[in-house]
């Protein structure tokens, strides 16, 4: 049986057709479909521009395919951490030849990095975490969204993370990563917001979505999905700082199923025809607070969001020593996917808060396992 909210929050959110169907479908085991290819720790990473020469520890990164004048790289945009004084984070960039991650010498080649994503305004200042990147329909740049600690984040109140936007764009003929959007509850929600994690756009046609995951002052999580207007994404910064975009309504998808403390989004969605998205989500169990994965199949309109599958069990967990032993034990916690080819996507996700993970799944697979939680075509 899922778990009832017990505040009104619940009331502000519209229930995803197919919402309840899917949290009873739900069961807790696995059958993990993820080729693990490769792991990176803080030894692999040097870090350029900065007078430290390795990070303490490097996790919860995200991907990207791209090719330059040397060849196709795989980017990693992962987290990193200098100092455990405050745990403060920021977003290295590192480009790892493709052919490393097909001959198996990503596991032991080592690759510089620099920092593009660092604490820099009120909404990030004790910290930038857990990246999601990827390009929207129709717009060839690279977004990024990710988890900025603000500088409420030590103190008692709300707003002490926010989702915070940037895009890549081209300044004196160097890429350059400029925030452009903090995103904040609309009608006086903001102030019972306890965080705000797990978030990122999405675009078909001419809607915008924004993914995000709440966490409220009843102690609550909600996994939500909301339209924006797309003149959001024309409007930029304001005097230098992210521009704050208020977000209203919204759909709930998703609840924690009876075994589940909470659950959360993990990568960007990719689009499987139609208005047909999958997305891979993950989930907190309540006897180890082990953290594993499981995919949703989402079907966006205007009208409506309806979860058309999920995959009835987790489709991976904790496996690896690197996974099951670190900084969080138990964690595998994927922020990157990207197209390989036709059918196969790089995944990229934090081990134990220690550990870049790098893994490999098939479409068709994964299709396979959302067609037997399937509940609407």
Same mark, same amino acid.
């Given at each position: ?43 692999h ?10 990070? $303490? ?5 995200a ?6 004048e ?36 990503i ?22 975490? !857990?990246?999601?990147?990827? #390009?929207?329909?129709?717009?060839? #740049? ?44 609309a ?29 409220? !002052? ?10 924006l ?8 910064q /304001? ?18 199923a ?10 960007p ?15 907190v ?17 205007? /009208?409506?969001? $309806? $979860? ?40 990229s996700?934090?081990?134990? /808060? ?16 959302? /067609?037997?939680? #399937?509940?609407?075509?």
């Amino acid at each position: 049986m899922a778990k009832a909210a017990s505040s009104g929050y619940s009331s502000l959110f519209k229930p995803a057709t197919g919402m309840w169907d899917a949290i009873r479908l739900r069961r807790s085991e696995t059958r993990d479909i993820v080729k693990r290819l490769g792991v990176i720790n803080r030894e692999h990473v040097v870090i350029n521009g900065y007078p430290v020469h390795h990070p $303490v520890t490097v996790f919860n990164s995200a991907v990207t395919v791209e090719r330059g004048e040397e060849g196709e790289f795989l980017v990693l945009y992962a987290r990193i951490v200098a100092g455990y004084y405050m745990y403060v984070s920021s977003v290295i960039e590192i480009p790892i030849p493709l052919e490393d991650l097909h001959s198996g010498d990503i596991n032991l080649n080592i690759y510089t990095g620099r920092i593009v994503i660092y604490p820099s305004t009120r909404y990030d200042l004790w910290g930038a975490e !857990d990246p999601r990147v990827y #390009r929207l329909e129709g717009d060839n #740049r690279l977004y990024m969204t990710y988890t900025g600690r603000t500088v409420n984040y030590f103190r008692p109140g709300n707003e002490r993370t926010l989702p915070i936007t940037a895009v890549r764009e081209e300044k004196d003929g160097q890429p350059q990563w400029v925030k452009i959007h903090a995103y904040t509850l609309a009608g006086g929600l903001q102030k019972h917001l306890v965080s705000n994690k797990d978030a990122y756009l999405y675009k078909q046609g001419s809607d915008l979505y924004l993914f995000q995951r709440l966490h409220m !002052d009843s102690d609550e999580y909600f996994t939500v999905v909301s339209r924006l207007s797309e003149q959001v994404l024309h409007k930029g910064q /304001d005097n230098g700082c992210p521009r704050r975009v208020e977000v209203s309504d919204g759909f709930e998808i998703l609840r924690p199923a009876r075994f589940e403390t909470k659950i959360g989004w993990s990568t960007p969605p990719v689009r499987v025809g139609g208005d047909s998205v999958v997305a891979l989500m993950h989930g907190v169990d309540e006897e180890l607070q082990a953290y594993r994965v499981f995919a949703v199949e989402l079907g966006l309109s205007r /009208d409506e969001v $309806v $979860v058309k599958a999920v995959t009835p069990h987790y489709i991976m967990a904790p496996q690896r020593l690197w996974e099951i032993f670190g900084d969080r034990p138990y964690v595998v916690f994927p922020c990157g996917i990207w197209q390989l080819d036709k059918r196969e996507y790089v995944i990229s996700y934090g081990a134990s /808060d220690t550990f870049v993970g790098i893994g490999l799944v098939n479409l068709d697979e994964l299709l396979g396992e959302l /067609d037997k939680g #399937r509940i609407y075509e």
